[in-house]
């Protein structure tokens, strides 16, 4: 007498897990439809009324499939569609970075260093003079540090869109004077504009640019008008100089091997922590990594308790915006950003 409940049973499972199955597909259909979709408006080498009759065809294609799945779960659907990403993909694969391009000004140069010993020397470090985004004078120079001279690691974060998305710096100091900033940034050539959407599909490249800090946070904070906070981070001297010297291995890098710049898995803050996690693979991973904007918490979190200010303080005392344009464009830019009372991190404890 169970038996036809056993079966029932049984049917009612398999049709669920049909439902199930024809769910999951739809999303991934979806998903992937929306994808190639971008990808197409974003890398078709067609002019603009073409490019967007593919689109359209395209999404037709999506929106059949995909209602035939909700229907009735047509196989013959799953496989025109399968075939069809593996024509994007086969296509999409042939999409390479590339050094060649007549590039906008301000990232017309990345960084690359050679290591003598505690001597490094850099070429192409910025020191642009800023008058407006778009008005400056331009000079890419060559700049020699003593690594036996580094003293302090600051990270400078710079909020552009809002409070969860912040652009990352880490600029290094030395004991005789000198500073020099890393930022890794999208690499645009002349034709191009930024845009977060844009950099999820192989539109620009990777470059780490080097810079004075008059230039590179000035910039921000005078200029832009960013929002600007500086966070000295404890770190011991032989993590600093690895840190440096990972750097200039990362600019080498990518002048004999372009890559492409990725919104969310290869960008100004995901490189700074794949360069720190190389130092110390115990570094948790952690969400803040890829909301940038939210690493003050995970730097209180891992060494700014330690400073016994509460976490509103801490951040309060990273503000330097204020102070850079009090400062305006003088030789001692990096110093009036820096007041003893203004330093929050535990290099800052460890002055007092």
Request: glycine letters at 8%; charged letters at 20%.
């Amino acid at each position: 007498m169970a038996e036809p409940g056993r079966n029932r049973a049984t049917r009612w499972s398999r049709a669920i897990g049909r439902v199930l199955l024809r769910a999951v597909l739809a999303l991934a259909i979806a998903f992937s439809g929306l994808f190639i979709g971008f990808a197409l408006y974003f890398q078709l080498p067609l002019p603009e009324m073409p490019r967007w009759i593919v689109i359209g065809l395209w999404a037709l294609l999506v929106l059949v499939i995909l209602a035939g799945e909700i229907v009735r779960g047509s196989w013959r659907g799953r496989g025109l569609y399968l075939l069809a990403l593996l024509v994007f993909f086969g296509w999409w694969s042939t999409i390479h970075p590339t050094n060649d391009r007549v590039w906008r000004a301000d990232v017309a140069h990345g960084v690359t260093g050679t290591v003598d010993g505690d001597t490094v020397t850099l070429a192409n470090v910025r020191n642009f003079d800023w008058r407006s985004d778009t008005d400056f004078t331009g000079k890419w120079e060559t700049r020699t540090y003593d690594l036996a001279k580094l003293q302090t690691v600051d990270l400078v974060l710079s909020y552009w869109m809002g409070p969860e998305i912040a652009h990352t710096i880490v600029t290094f100091g030395f004991s005789d004077g000198q500073r020099v900033a890393f930022s890794a940034e999208i690499r645009p050539d002349e034709t191009q504009s930024f845009s977060a959407i844009a950099g999820f599909f192989r539109v620009f490249n990777l470059v780490l640019i080097a810079a004075d800090e008059r230039d590179i946070i000035y910039l921000r904070s005078n200029v832009r008008k960013e929002d600007v906070y500086l966070y000295p981070l404890d770190m011991p001297q032989a993590g600093m100089r690895a840190l440096f010297l990972s750097y200039v291995e990362k600019g080498n890098a990518l002048a004999q091997k372009p890559k492409f710049y990725n919104t969310l898995t290869a960008n100004c803050t995901t490189v700074v922590f794949q360069l720190v996690r190389a130092l110390d693979p115990g570094l948790p991973r952690d969400y803040r990594i890829l909301l940038s904007g939210l690493l003050p918490g995970y730097i209180f979190d891992h060494q700014g308790y330690r400073t016994g200010l509460s976490f509103e303080d801490f951040r309060a005392r990273a503000a330097i915006s204020q102070l850079g344009l009090a400062a305006g464009d003088g030789p001692d830019f990096s110093a009036a950003i820096r007041p003893p009372e203004g330093l929050v991190g535990l290099a800052a404890v460890d002055r007092r």
